[in-house]
């Protein structure tokens, strides 16, 4: 196919600031480092954008020294699919599938969408994340959210505060659908006391309640909210040996290595009975973009990233009425050249 012709390489690291520090479990991230990619082939460019994986040590650094040691290979030419058998799941992958995707599609003159097997995107519900805080200000955040339908709050095992802060942010918006994500924060004792809260304050979904590699922590775990796994789950092999713990898969193109195995990751999932989810890691509309296509086949869309930065790039996703919506030339349309 026209993607094994050569192709020239260039990667660059970028730093996108936080327009205020954002706290998780164990975690406040003020800046998220970024690898851009662009492929060219003749007056045609295909870009990707990934944030790694930070809780593997996947840092924009290691995935940019990654590329330049495969830059010969990468240049060659090559298959998304040849691809995944060189360069493991994780963010360095992920920026040059992305980017592989973008250049076929310009070459094919057609828009990604459609390479992808679907019908035209339509806008996603997407969830609206507040970080952790001081219940009143996590309610204030909620409120400002004033076109959200759905909101995700972030919690961080301390179980008490944890619960005041759903009880002040339910109080504040009583309409929304809610989630909360503990990222790894708890185990099965603390876990087993805020399960009641969950449910009597209406939680539709816990996401990753216990740490990576302790999914074991979950048996015995009574699921009277729907369980998602992220940072338990990043690939297929994964999916293949986890999925069992969990109701909701998030998959995330940072984790997976990409748009291609994100996919695959979604039509297997379903396979198994489970929901699927996508995710997203900081990053700008350069990164929503590719994952909004996966969205299109998602139960449950989590793509707010760039509203947590100072400056998106132009043009930029669009978010109205809860909503997110790509416009083709955002990435992946079929007629940019340079």
């Not at 460019?45 to 930070?54: F, K």
């Not at 809610?178 to 979904?205: C, H, M, R, W």
Request: net charge negative.
């Amino acid at each position: 196919m026209i993607l094994t012709d050569r192709v020239a390489l260039m990667v660059r690291n970028e730093l996108l600031r936080l327009s205020a520090p954002f706290r998780i479990s164990g975690h406040v991230f003020e800046a998220s480092p970024v690898t851009v990619v662009t492929l060219r082939q003749g007056h045609y460019i295909g870009r990707g954008e990934a944030a790694g994986v930070y809780y593997m040590h996947d840092e924009p650094s290691d995935m940019s020294r990654t590329l330049e040691k495969q830059r010969d290979r990468l240049e060659a030419g090559m298959t998304r699919e040849e691809l995944r058998g060189l360069l493991p799941s994780g963010g360095a992958r992920n920026a040059v599938d992305c980017a592989l995707w973008e250049l076929e599609a310009r070459l094919a003159g057609v828009p990604a969408w459609q390479l992808a097997g679907i019908a035209k995107p339509k806008p996603l519900l997407t969830t609206f994340t507040v970080g952790a805080d001081d219940p009143d200000k996590m309610a204030t955040r909620a409120l400002a959210y004033t076109h959200a339908r759905a909101i995700k709050l972030k919690l961080t095992g301390e179980v008490d505060l944890d619960i005041a802060r759903l009880r002040a942010v339910r109080k504040a918006r009583p309409e929304a659908w809610i989630g909360v994500d503990a990222n790894q924060g708890y185990v099965p004792k603390t876990l087993s006391q805020l399960l009641p809260a969950l449910v009597d304050e209406g939680v539709s979904l816990l996401e990753q309640p216990c740490r990576r590699d302790h999914e074991a922590d979950l048996d015995g775990i009574d699921h009277v909210v729907p369980i998602a796994a992220d940072e338990s789950i990043l690939d297929l092999a994964e999916l293949e040996e986890r999925a069992h713990r969990f109701d909701v898969i998030n998959i995330k193109l940072d984790k997976c290595g990409g748009l291609t195995e994100g996919l695959m990751m979604a039509r297997r999932a379903r396979e198994m009975g489970k929901r699927v989810m996508v995710g997203n890691m900081v990053g700008t509309s350069l990164a929503m973009a590719p994952a909004f296509i996966l969205g299109q086949h998602c139960d449950i869309v989590d793509l707010d990233g760039p509203l947590f930065l100072e400056r998106d790039r132009t043009p930029g996703v669009v978010y109205a009425d809860g909503h997110v919506d790509c416009p083709d030339n955002v990435w992946g349309a079929p007629d940019a050249v340079l």
